[in-house]
């Protein structure tokens, strides 16, 4: 859609789902009985080039069963409404990536950094919690997009939940840099969301709604919640790498970072993250080669 005083339809865009795999969020956990699966839709669309810039819709049916959603008569009915603008041609943007979903266990404290990817143009990025978008129905999942930008409808909560209280009285949801503390106090899934602002030398250049899910569960097996695994890592700029990884339930204080060349047989400690969060720069490469990292919580 233009995002001008019209918001009339610009064009209809169909993505192709060129990778899907099933992942794991139990952590070895065969008891908590998940099954998730993650795919990533991608497509390279072209623009007229303009001075106000775009506004991208998704809107599909039906979400999981939530516990802090009302559902239907027999199965849920509620669907989501994903926006994000594309700033004016004379602004050059990346979005920061982020994390959707996660495994919690009941009664007890879980740290959550979805928000710790760094934004790769350096701006300024404000998170702020929002009721979830609503789009689509079961008689309709996949709406044809009007021809004006259709208005903005959000979830109804079940009572006693709140988009500021996604786990009801007696659960926590905390944002503290960047980080969310999260404590549901029964199983099942429970869905929140944030408007993600991007601000550049002080202008606001871009917005896109994050939608967020808990699993939470009865947890059996603890011994490997505190492991971090799927350590990646991508380029961030010249000579700076930016690593992120994953773990399961987060209960660390903070990680340090090692790294070594690849003849090296020991690693050197590049110090540590600022609490919780699940990711790094690495700014001190000197010279082109092999290096191979590690992290411990």
């Known amino acids: 859609y233009n995002n001008d005083s ?15 795999s099933f992942i794991d969020l139990s952590c070895g956990d065969s008891t908590s009985n998940l099954c998730v699966e993650w795919g990533l839709y991608q497509e390279i669309i072209t623009v007229t080039p303009n001075t106000e810039g775009f506004i991208l819709l998704f809107q599909t049916c039906c979400r999981n069963p939530s516990v802090n959603l009302i559902q239907g008569s027999s199965f849920p009915d509620q669907g989501f409404d994903l926006r994000c603008t594309i700033p004016p041609t004379a602004i050059s943007n990346d979005n920061p ?21 760094r934004d790769y143009d350096g701006d300024s990025l404000v998170y702020r919690a929002i009721k979830p978008h609503n789009g689509g129905s079961t008689a309709n999942p996949n709406p044809l997009p009007p021809q004006t930008l259709p208005e903005l409808k959000t979830v109804i909560y079940n009572s006693g939940y709140s988009y500021l209280s996604p786990f009801g009285s007696g659960g926590t949801l905390k944002v503290r840099n960047n980080v969310i503390e999260i404590m549901p106090t029964s199983i099942g899934q429970y869905d929140f969301a ?19 899910a808990i699993l939470a569960v009865e947890c ?12 990646q890592a991508t380029r961030f700029s010249h000579c700076k790498t930016h690593l992120s990884w994953r773990n399961c339930n987060n209960q660390v204080d903070k990680y340090e970072v090692f790294r070594r060349e690849e003849e090296d047989s020991s690693f ?15 700014s001190s490469i000197s010279q082109n080669g092999i290096y191979i990292y590690s992290v411990e919580g």
Request: aromatic letters at 12%; hydrophobic letters at 35%.
């Open 194 to 212: 944030f408007l993600v602002e991007e601000y550049r030398a002080g202008q606001l250049i871009s917005t896109h709604n994050i939608e967020l």
């Open 220 to 231: 059996n097996k603890v011994a490997m919640f505190n492991v971090p695994y799927k350590l």
């Open 97 to 117: 990536p982020s994390e959707y979903i996660r495994l919690a266990c009941v009664n007890k404290t879980t740290y959550w950094d979805p928000f710790s990817s």
């Open 6 to 20: 019209t918001n009339t339809l610009n064009q209809i865009i169909s993505l192709s789902l060129p990778l899907k």
């Open 268 to 282: 050197s400690s590049l110090g540590y993250t600022d609490g919780p969060l699940r990711s790094f720069i690495d």
